[in-house]
């Protein structure tokens, strides 16, 4: 269906821009016939297929050019450390490497963007398989082993996903339109802006890191942009609205704000209906194992409570468990479950986790905490240490595990700093067995196998890690230290 789309809509408006950076543009026509010639390449090998980039239309040619070859992409970020690019790859035993531009990751098999733009110039055409059970991306995440773990996510429940999005009308109202995309195409809310946009027709405008960094640079853009949808973090709504320009006269034509990837506080969404009159803000949610976002809800202006979606016109079954596994009646809190077609395939390397099986459909639980009440979905936080900052999810295991990795270190614990009930940033615990190190050089070893959005702003030296009755770690006692 999606590849059937994208496909239709090269033949019939082929001059129309598919996609657009500041790296430049794409027509659909340009799209379609460059992802045909980059497939018959790629169907050379089998497995998945790391696509590193910084948002250049080189990355949808190649996602799209997967796809058609029944290859997995797996997008990264030009900017990761080399030490987890290449762990990544291993995990991901990734024969094939695309670098769609400069990108820090260097290995001698990789394609380089040179090669890759002579390999998209052919005019081959490859059949759209009809297999919807076939991989169509994975994505890494945080993982609370202390590696990262990697989602497997199929063209079934990608396809459900944006048949979903184009069900609301919110969506639909301007799915022709141009969509803004905030998110890195390895953080799973850039699906929601890249397919949705692509069925339907439309032109996604991609913001890169350097847009972002800088608000002038980033208004600039946005007003450029002609963008009827915004799909971005709660985060970046509010890094947005720092300056009074960020309203209807800078963005005339924005219909949608769809937030996903964390909490919305009543204050940013009332403060996005008091910026544009007639805005349709969208509060969402769903986690990277079920194909970004299962369920939605509009907020109306004045909101004082903020529920992460409506129940019946979700795109998969949602349910509330307790420890055991059980449905809890409405009103009670529990584990939130989804139950349905956006449900991945499960973790690359068969990792155990929360996929599971519900009356013959595929489940997955969550970790989060919710209740269902009035027909709504309400989150109340997490069942376990599971963090999110700026929309990533972060497992604080992963980076206790690199900094024990150090010989003058005997413990460590990672706790996420709270601001006005928003995470802040994120705060390291050290018990040293040697001289303690000074933060910066703490952030320059962790710099090179982490992302940077997985950087602790601040360390804390202890005498001895404080524990509890059961022998384990304290973290309340760290939290009073905060």
């Known amino acids: ?45 089998n497995g998945a297929v790391m696509v590193c980039g910084r948002k ?12 058609l070859a029944g290859r997995p992409y797996l997008p990264m970020d030009a900017h990761l450390p080399q030490e987890r690019m290449e762990r990544i790859g291993r995990i991901a035993d990734a024969k094939t490497v695309l670098l769609c531009g400069e990108c820090d990751f260097h290995t001698a098999s990789a394609v380089t963007a040179k090669q890759l733009q002579e390999l998209c110039a052919g005019d081959k055409r490859v059949p759209i398989l009809q297999n919807n059970e076939r991989d169509a991306y994975w994505l890494f995440t945080s993982g ?73 640079v980033l208004y600039r853009s946005l007003k450029s942009s002609g963008g009827a949808r915004l799909s971005c973090t709660p985060s970046f709504a509010r890094w947005c609205l720092c300056d009074k320009s960020f309203g209807r006269e800078l963005m005339p034509q ?15 969404a009332n403060q996005l209906h008091e910026r544009f009159d007639g805005l349709r803000v969208i509060n969402a949610y769903g986690p990277t194992e079920a194909a970004c976002a299962v369920c939605a809800v509009e907020i109306e202006p004045d909101a004082r409570d903020i529920p992460i979606g409506t129940v019946a016109d979700a795109a998969n079954r949602l349910l509330i468990l307790d420890s055991a596994g059980y449905p809890l009646p409405e009103g009670q809190r ?65 980076i206790e595990s690199a900094i024990q990795q150090w ?51 601040r360390f804390y030296t202890v005498e001895k890690m404080p524990m509890t009755g059961r022998g384990k770690c304290d973290l309340r006692k760290l939290e009073e230290m905060l």
């Not at 659909?28 to 090998?45: D, F, I, M, R, V």
């Not at 250049?56 to 796809?67: K, N, R, S």
């Open 334 to 398: 529990g584990e939130i479950a989804i139950v349905g077609a956006s449900v991945g395939s499960g973790y690359v390397g068969n990792l155990s986790g929360g996929f599971g099986n519900y009356d013959g459909q595929p489940l997955y639980r969550t970790g989060d905490c919710g209740e269902i009440h009035n027909g709504l979905l309400w989150y109340h936080g997490r069942l376990d240490r599971q963090i999110k900052y700026k929309g990533y999810r972060i497992e604080p295991m992963e």
């Open 254 to 268: 924005l219909k949608t704000i769809f937030l996903c990837g964390e909490a919305l506080s009543p204050k940013t």
């Open 144 to 216: 609370s082993s202390g590696v990262p773990k990697g989602a497997r996510i199929s063209m079934r429940a990608l396809e459900n996903f944006v048949t979903w999005m184009l069900s609301l009308p919110s969506v639909a109202d301007c799915a022709d339109a141009v969509a803004v995309n905030q998110a890195k195409f390895s953080f799973d809310l850039s699906v929601a802006d890249l397919w949705t946009g692509l069925a339907a027709g439309g032109t996604v405008y991609a913001l890169d890191d350097e847009e972002q960094s800088d608000l002038s």
């Open 407 to 457: 010989q003058q270190v005997r413990a460590a614990a990672v706790l996420p700093i709270k601001s006005a009930g928003t995470v802040a940033g994120l705060a390291a615990f050290i018990e040293w067995e040697k001289e303690p190190l000074k933060a910066d050089e703490c952030q320059k070893r962790l710099s090179a196998v982490l992302p940077a959005y997985m950087l602790p702003k």
């Open 56 to 67: 250049e239309p080189l990355m949808p040619i190649a996602f799209v050019a997967c796809m």
């Open 1 to 45: 269906m999606l590849l059937e789309q994208i496909a239709h809509h090269a033949q019939n408006q082929a001059e129309k821009n598919a996609y657009q950076s500041r790296w430049g543009s794409l027509t659909y026509g340009e799209l379609w016939k460059k992802a045909n010639s980059l497939a018959s390449y790629l169907q050379k090998e």
